[in-house]
């Protein structure tokens, strides 16, 4: 699977962003995915993830309330509405996915075998 992130800019504190990531291949709907984001000289931080099916979510407690991950199975396409943006969320935002075997829908990285490159979300304050 090849993901492929966009949606990424300059955004002003309190504003939103959408992000999607366009994956490749027919088996997107057999894929857990999620978002992961990291700045420099920080590990990779753990966003949100949404099931095969998107029937179970999870969020990193930074970004409950704000932010929304959701899949559209039939455009092989995840999102991340990001609102109430903040400074701290500046980041490198990375679109994730893993086979959907298991239950596992956590933030350890190594558990998701496929990355896409990047976007730069930027919230100035």
């Known amino acids: 699977v090849q993901l492929q992130a966009s949606g990424g800019g300059l955004v002003q504190a309190g504003g939103s962003l959408r992000l999607s990531c366009a994956a490749s291949?027919?088996?997107?709907?057999?894929?857990?995915m999620g978002w992961f984001r990291q700045t420099p000289g920080k590990e990779r931080e753990f966003v949100a993830v949404?099931?095969?099916?998107?029937?179970?979510?999870s969020y990193a407690e930074s970004v409950k309330g704000r932010f929304t991950i959701s899949r559209d199975n039939g455009k092989n396409t995840v999102y991340l509405q990001m609102n109430s943006l903040k400074a701290e969320d500046t980041a490198v935002y990375y679109c994730?996915?893993?086979?959907?075997?298991?239950?596992?829908?956590?933030?350890?990285?190594?558990?998701?075998?496929?990355w896409g490159q990047g976007t730069q979300v930027t919230v100035s304050s």
């Open positions: 994730v996915g893993r086979r959907a075997i298991g239950d596992y829908l956590g933030p350890d990285p190594s558990r998701y075998a496929f």
């Open positions: 291949g027919r088996t997107f709907s057999n894929n857990d």
């Open positions: 949404i099931n095969w099916n998107g029937a179970r979510l």
